[in-house]
T-cell receptor
Framework: GAVVSQHPSRVICKSGTSVKIECRSLDFQATTMFWYRQFPKQSLMLMATSNEGSKATYEQGVEKDKFLINHASLTLSTLTVTSAHPEDSSFYIC????????????FGSGTQLSVL | GNSVTQMEGPVTLSEEAFLTINCTYTATGYPSLFWYVQYPGEGLQLLLKATKADDKGSNKGFEATYRKETTSFHLEKGSVQVSDSAVYFCALSHPGGSEKLVFGKGTKLTVNP
């Protein structure tokens, strides 16, 4: 089946630094990728939708200047958490869809971000 | 707005026990409903889906029926195995064909031998 690789799986950083998370579709072209975050015992919350070659669409309440999304190619989207603070500590997950089968999303294994 | 509520975990069962994980939803229109499973160290995978009322999704011995009258999509399996230990997420897609999914909080299932 289709594989989405997300890297790193875990990152610890100091407050004020920036962290980049990569999401790659390994064996298909993903015209659309999604970024989610999940707090402990909470639902996955959609942060933004990323379309290749265009600006990301952010959900209400998500700061676009803090969570920079780049979808420069059909196989790679990146999420950069800028000037991270402890409240940004969370589990971040990406997913990718093939344009021909929108109902079937392929998910990365997630990134646990801890900001000290 | 659209939302999904699923039973709190964790759920611990013995092998061959019957499993039910409850899921109810709130949505305008007629959403599609999904169950995703996340095995340890892996990404979420689609387990099954149903796109209209009374549809039954099934896969790997798991079943769920889209009940419009009770706005539910409960996940069931007659005999669980140790390999079914995972986190299960109920989800709906926004009516109208959007790729956006609304997830429940997830239910962790542990099956002991």
């Amino acid at each position: 089946g289709a594989v989405v690789s997300q890297h790193p799986s875990r990152v610890i950083c100091k407050s004020g630094t920036s962290v980049k998370i990569e999401c790659r579709s390994l064996d298909f072209q993903a015209t659309t990728m999604f970024w989610y975050r999940q707090f402990p015992k909470q639902s996955l919350m959609l942060m933004a939708t990323s379309n290749e070659g265009s600006k990301a669409t952010y959900e209400q309440g998500v700061e676009k200047d803090k969570f920079l999304i780049n979808h420069a190619s059909l196989t790679l989207s990146t999420l950069t958490v800028t000037s991270a603070h402890p409240e940004d500590s969370s589990f971040y997950i990406c997913s990718a869809s093939r344009s021909a089968d929108w109902e079937k999303l392929f998910f990365g294994s997630g990134t646990q971000l801890s900001v000290l | 707005g659209n939302s999904v509520t699923q039973m709190e975990g964790p759920v611990t069962l013995s092998e061959e026990a019957f499993l039910t994980i409850n899921c109810t939803y709130t949505a305008t229109g007629y959403p599609s409903l999904f169950w995703y499973v996340q095995y340890p160290g892996e990404g979420l995978q689609l387990l099954l889906k149903a796109t209209k009322a009374d549809d039954k999704g099934s896969n790997k011995g798991f079943e769920a029926t889209y009940r419009k009258e009770t706005t539910s999509f409960h996940l069931e399996k007659g005999s669980v195995q140790v390999s079914d230990s995972a986190v299960y997420f109920c989800a709906l897609s926004h009516p109208g064909g959007s790729e956006k999914l609304v997830f429940g909080k997830g239910t962790k299932l542990t099956v002991n031998p």
